[in-house]
């Protein structure tokens, strides 16, 4: 038989395991409850950063391309590196890194470039803005806006207009392009008499 002595030290014995094992039961649980939250609240801020990114991805388009021919039967192509549709007006495309290329019926080639730009695909009317480059019949021309209005047929460019040209330089307000006449129109509010159309033939 086993000793009252004995006896107490096994029950002792017994406690002292029992008692570490539920101390090292709890602090793992708790360790592990510590991670899951962790886990949890990393993998949740992903998810709500992955959906406002969505949500803001979701309407931008990189790389488009438009083209078509206008009411004066010129062929032309816009291109952009990111397109967004208009929150307020179902029509108009807000452009970024613009390009467009006119190809008139006499076989000349008008390039736009802008930063920033519009397209309207109902109208089709283009609008661009910020750093407007465009090249034409040996004429470099830079300016702040230009806008083609495809019902006029009109491509007007106006802020800070300048012209360089192997005939020389010119500083205007205002270029209008009449594409069905094939006539520029230059103007200056520092001289409101200077108006001049130059033939292209």
């Known amino acids: 038989m086993i000793s009252r002595k004995k006896r107490i030290i096994l029950i002792q014995f017994f406690f002292?395991?029992?008692?570490v094992s539920l101390i090292i039961f709890t602090y793992s649980n708790l360790e592990k409850g510590n991670d899951n939250e962790i886990l949890n609240e990393t993998v949740k801020n992903k998810i709500q950063?992955?959906?406002?990114?969505?949500?803001?991805?979701?309407?931008?388009?990189y790389d488009i391309e438009?083209?078509?021919?206008?009411?004066?039967?010129?062929?032309?192509?816009?291109?952009?590196?990111e397109a967004m549709n208009n929150e307020t007006e179902e029509n108009i495309v807000n452009l970024r890194a613009v390009k467009a290329t006119?190809?008139?019926?006499?076989?000349?080639?008008?390039?736009?470039?802008?930063?920033?730009?519009?397209?309207?695909?109902?109208t089709l009317d283009m609008f661009f803005e910020k750093n407007v480059t465009g090249i034409?019949?040996?004429?470099?021309l830079n300016a702040e806006k230009a806008e083609y209005i495809n019902s006029r047929s009109y491509i007007i460019i106006n802020e800070n207009v300048r012209i360089n040209d192997v005939r020389g330089s010119l500083n205007a307000d205002k270029l209008?392009?009449?594409?069905?006449?094939?006539?520029l129109n230059i103007s200056s509010s520092k001289n409101e008499k200077i108006k001049t159309n130059i033939i292209y033939k």
């Open 16 to 19: 002292l395991i029992f008692g």
């Open 49 to 61: 950063d992955k959906k406002a990114g969505d949500k803001n991805s979701s309407n931008i388009f």
């Open 66 to 81: 438009y083209s078509g021919i206008d009411l004066s039967g010129n062929r032309y192509i816009l291109k952009a590196g």
């Open 102 to 122: 006119f190809y008139f019926k006499d076989n000349k080639i008008l390039n736009v470039s802008s930063d920033f730009g519009k397209y309207n695909n109902q």
């Open 136 to 140: 034409y019949d040996g004429s470099t």
């Open 176 to 183: 209008v392009f009449d594409l069905k006449k094939n006539k």
